[in-house]
């Protein structure tokens, strides 16, 4: 399974890469903003993004994304949890949202459910 | 400024340094900034525009901000302030914005957050418009040392209070 990991923070980056890669992932594709993200969606099974990001912020990639592919699970990982925040992502085709901050393992376990 | 409106950061401030940086955090006193305020070594700083204008900065020592990094990529050995450090500088003020951001818009005052950028310098201190007040507010990471956040907001729609 291939994944598509976007955050303009390469620590956050690395914290869910190293997360995937404890439950077994090891196909990752990384980008530092949207606009990245969206010239890496080809074959991409699982798309994990930020909300805030510079160039193309993760809303606009989602919309981008779903205009032409309905199907691919994309999970925010965010700080934008404010409620109003989580209904916009999830009626411009969000599949599931992690609210940061979270300690590596509850990321870990959140993620391994979400795959399943 | 309100506390209701301080509050939010400070909550948030305890909540990211525990959850993402495993580091408890002690609050000290709040105050007005007047003249340089706190010196530090490394500052994540985030804009805000929305019904605030202004913006919020958590400035560490070299220490313990190379500490808040390492435990946030899980025990990773840092020696000194790299791009790693100023990178989880500036998402760890990315998240306080976020999460105190939330906190905010429960009760009607929302925002957006810019994009964090981060200063570093031994001794730096930041400065804010004269016209916006910057409160203080001193946290101690337990056996780690103090590190400060200000937020420096102005209100753009009044308040009936
Ligand atoms: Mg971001």
Redesign the interface.
């Given at each position: 399974m291939k994944f598509l990991v976007a955050d303009d923070s390469s620590t956050m980056r690395r914290i869910i890469v190293n997360s995937l890669n404890a439950l077994g992932h090891t196909d990752i594709v990384e980008a530092e903003d949207g606009a990245e993200a969206l010239k890496n969606t080809t074959g991409v099974d699982f798309i994990l993004t930020d909300w805030n990001m510079p160039n193309m912020d993760g809303l606009t990639f989602v919309k981008a994304v779903r205009e032409k592919d309905k199907k691919t699970p994309i999970v925010m990982i965010t700080t934008e949890a404010a409620k109003d925040d989580v209904i916009t992502a999830i009626k411009n085709g969000v599949t599931n949202y992690i609210v940061k901050p979270f300690t590596m393992d509850t990321l870990k376990a959140k993620l391994e459910k979400i795959i399943k | 400024m309100d506390a209701k409106f301080i509050n939010p950061f400070i909550s948030a401030t305890l909540?990211?340094m525990e959850?993402?940086a495993?580091t408890k955090s002690e609050r000290g006193s709040l105050f007005v900034k007047k003249g340089e305020g706190p010196l530090t070594d490394i500052s994540g700083v985030i804009g805000v525009t929305g019904k605030f204008i202004g913006s919020i900065n958590i400035g560490f020592p070299k220490d313990i901000a190379i500490k808040v990094?390492s435990n946030?990529?899980?025990g990773m050995k840092i020696d000194d302030i790299d791009?790693?450090v100023k990178?989880?500088i500036?998402?760890i003020a990315?998240?306080v914005?976020?999460?105190a951001?939330?906190q905010l818009?429960?009760i009607g005052y929302?925002y957006k957050?810019s994009?964090p950028t981060v200063v570093v310098g031994r001794d730096h201190h930041l400065s804010f418009p004269p016209n916006v007040p910057c409160i203080v507010v001193p946290f101690t990471a337990i056996g780690l040392g103090d590190f400060y956040l200000e937020v420096a907001l102005k209100m753009i729609i009044p308040i009936e209070d």
């Open positions: - | 909540q990211v959850t993402s495993a990094v946030m990529l899980g791009d790693s990178d989880g500036g998402e990315n998240m914005a976020g999460a951001k939330v818009a429960e929302t957050l994009i």
